[in-house]
């Protein structure tokens, strides 16, 4: 299959999964239980994409005071929980890591 | 100012720290493409017409080991799956634009988007969000095509001890603390996390797509159960 081809049938077939729900909805019935169960995507996979990069930072679990990520992704936590503010959530986990691949 | 200028220019805003997690991201996939044999417009023509940076990573591997074309396709729709949670995540908020709206949100809705707006939406919507998803997905489309084009064309230069990657979790994490309202959602964030560290082995982001339905349910059951 020519390489272009690849790209637009798979890139036609990615913009489907992006329009889908938004396109269906009010035109299918959606169950209502399902439609409140759409208020835990955020937290869901916000998380699912957030715990792996902290305690598996090379693909295999690691939870240790050497897995540097870890600690400042706990500081990022706790700046993030104190201050409401995504800057300060960055500046805290960053400084954290900067300094501790720095120091040890 | 005009409010729908300001809530575009507000979106462009709150995604400007992912954009420095997202073009290192950008440049080492336009290195990879051509890397694996890609022409330099094949390679740029990927970021535009796909525009799903997990998804272009791994068709590279997959084009590099001469894995035949629909195979790819196929792949490219199980890794982009979790797509379809997003677009019926923010199909609410979206339901009275019309389609022309529609159907251009959507080509921006990736998950670096999504994470930024949703937030947007669920805490301080007006009758402009739909300017500002608009300002959030097109500067993180341009900075997607622009790291792209400079990998493609320079290679990549980015010392790994920058750790650049590690500003899309951070953000992440500021993004998903308000969303953490109460007990179901704080127990459907944390089994999702287990679950996404449990299923990380998985192939094509599956473990994502099953760490967000397990998180998804244990939240309705909670719910359910008050």
Do not use: C
């Not at chain 1, 399902?34 to 994409?49: D, E, I, Y």
């Not at chain 2, 677009?87 to 949100?105: E, T, V």
């Amino acid at each position: 299959m020519n390489i272009w081809l690849v790209f637009l049938l798979g890139g036609l077939l990615t913009y489907a999964t992006r329009l889908s729900m938004i396109f269906l909805l009010g035109r299918i019935e959606i169950p209502e239980q399902l439609q409140r169960a759409l208020r835990f995507v955020p937290p869901a996979v916000l998380t699912a994409l957030i715990i792996p990069e902290l305690v598996m930072p090379s693909g295999a679990l690691m939870i240790s005071l050497e897995n540097f990520r870890l600690i400042a992704g706990i500081a990022a936590v706790l700046a993030a929980w104190w201050s409401r503010n995504t800057i300060i959530t960055i500046l805290a986990g960053m400084a954290a890591l900067v300094l501790l691949n720095w120091l040890l | 100012m005009k409010p729908s200028l300001r809530a575009f220019l507000d979106g462009i805003q709150a995604q400007l720290p992912l954009l420095i997690g997202v073009l290192p991201f950008g440049m080492i996939y336009g290195a990879l493409a051509l890397n694996a044999g890609l022409s330099r417009a094949a390679a740029q023509g990927m970021s535009s017409i796909v525009f799903a940076g997990s998804a272009q990573f791994i068709t590279t591997q997959l084009i590099r080991d001469a894995v035949p074309g629909l195979i790819i396709v196929l792949t490219i729709v199980v890794v982009n799956l979790r797509h379809m949670l997003y677009s019926a995540s923010i199909a609410p908020y979206l339901r009275k634009l019309p389609m022309r709206w529609k159907a251009l949100l959507a080509y921006l809705l990736t998950d670096e988007a999504y994470a930024t707006v949703i937030t947007h939406y669920e805490e301080q919507q007006t009758p402009f969000s739909h300017w500002y998803f608009l300002g959030a997905g097109l500067i993180m489309w341009l900075s997607w095509q622009v790291s792209t084009g400079i990998g493609v064309f320079l290679g990549t230069e980015i010392p790994a001890g920058w750790s650049l990657d590690f500003f899309i979790p951070l953000v992440f994490i500021a993004l998903v603390m308000p969303t953490l309202k109460d007990q179901p959602s704080i127990s459907a964030a944390l089994s999702a996390g287990l679950v996404a560290v449990l299923a990380y082995t998985l192939p094509y982001k599956l473990g994502l797509v099953a760490a967000a339905l397990v998180g998804i349910l244990v939240g309705a059951w909670l719910e359910g159960r008050k």
